[in-house]
């Protein structure tokens, strides 16, 4: 099988070189190197956007893009998606700037998500991978969602599982579900776009999770988005998850979708013990996105950019 096609690969750092240069190292080792990778830096006040010059100098196929500010997770992988599409590429490849990829990581994405469309016909709307922890196991936060059927098309031969939404943690994204669907919401700037992303383009048809495309993700612990964690120290980062899947829920299912995720927000907080004071921000949060509704940004149908 004829494996390519124009790929592109969006990688979204701030102020973590040490990591972004692992990154950097295991991209340039990829079995199927993107043609261009755009790293998006969000504004860094370390070293990163003077090394990341003269990488572009050695090697022409990363191209360096300064943000004047940060405009956060979100921002970056919108602005990634946008200037990848305008260059007109058939696949993004998206993932952190502390993520792994092993060398052959991105090569079964792209062949994974043309075997299934060659032999079922379905599109699928992404192909993502197994994302894994540092010491092997699987990473809880990057954990794929299923859909009631997820086996369907399951066998040695073709180790795909239909799932509804992922991480941007090696995610590949063709061109047509962004011409339809539209870019991930930048106003969001930190959790949940890559959920509300992959939700939204996956009601085409569901995305396929490929595990034998592995992924190390190198976060410090390994624990996955649950409001009984909440404290001082990440209460900002709640916040913004409470706010943008509010704002999903209330888009996409009514109020009883956000009263269904708060009674959920609700049982874990209590279940952590969470300080009072913590969960009326959370509440709040939750109360602020349901009319919390930015735009959804599509590519202009008449330039196709």
């Known amino acids: 099988m ?14 973590r070189l040490d990591k972004l240069k692992r990154v950097i190292a295991a991209l340039q080792a990829q079995t199927c190197l993107p043609e261009r990778v755009f790293v998006i830096d969000n504004a860094s006040t370390d070293e990163t956007g003077s090394w990341l010059t003269q990488l572009q100098q050695d090697d022409p196929r990363f191209q360096h893009v300064r943000l004047p500010e940060n405009i956060g997770g979100a921002g970056g992988f919108y602005e990634g998606a946008r200037v990848a599409y305008e260059e007109g590429y058939d696949y993004i490849w998206f ?8 060398p052959n990581a991105i090569e079964l994405l792209l062949t994974g998500i043309k075997d299934f469309e060659a032999r079922f016909t379905w599109r699928p ?6 994302v894994k922890w540092t010491n092997g196991d699987l990473c809880e936060m ?3 969602s299923t859909v ?5 098309f399951y066998s040695p031969e073709t180790p795909y599982f239909l799932v509804g939404s992922c991480s941007f943690v090696s995610v590949l994204v063709p061109r047509w579900a962004i011409q339809k669907h539209g870019f991930p919401i930048k106003e969001y700037f930190i959790w949940y776009d890559d959920a509300e992303y992959t939700q939204r383009i996956a009601k085409s048809y569901p995305g396929i999770y490929c595990p034998n495309s592995v992924v190390v993700h190198d976060v410090p612990e390994n624990k996955g988005v649950n409001y009984s964690l909440v404290n001082q120290a990440n209460i900002w980062k709640f916040r ?3 706010r943008n899947e509010a704002s999903f829920r209330r888009r996409e299912q009514g109020w009883a979708g956000v009263a269904v995720f708060a009674r959920g927000v609700r049982r874990q907080m209590r279940q952590g013990n969470v300080e009072k004071s913590l969960r009326r921000e959370v509440y709040k949060a939750i109360w602020q996105g349901c009319s919390f509704n930015p735009p959804i940004v599509r590519p202009d149908p008449d330039t196709g950019v």
């Open 240 to 242: 913004y998850g409470a």
């Open 142 to 144: 990057n954990t794929p």
């Open 2 to 15: 004829n494996i390519r096609s124009s790929l592109a690969a969006v990688i979204v750092t701030y102020n």
């Open 125 to 130: 709307s992404f192909a993502c991978s197994a």
């Open 148 to 152: 009631w059927d997820w086996p369907r």
């Open 95 to 102: 993932s952190d700037d502390d993520a792994y990829p092993e």
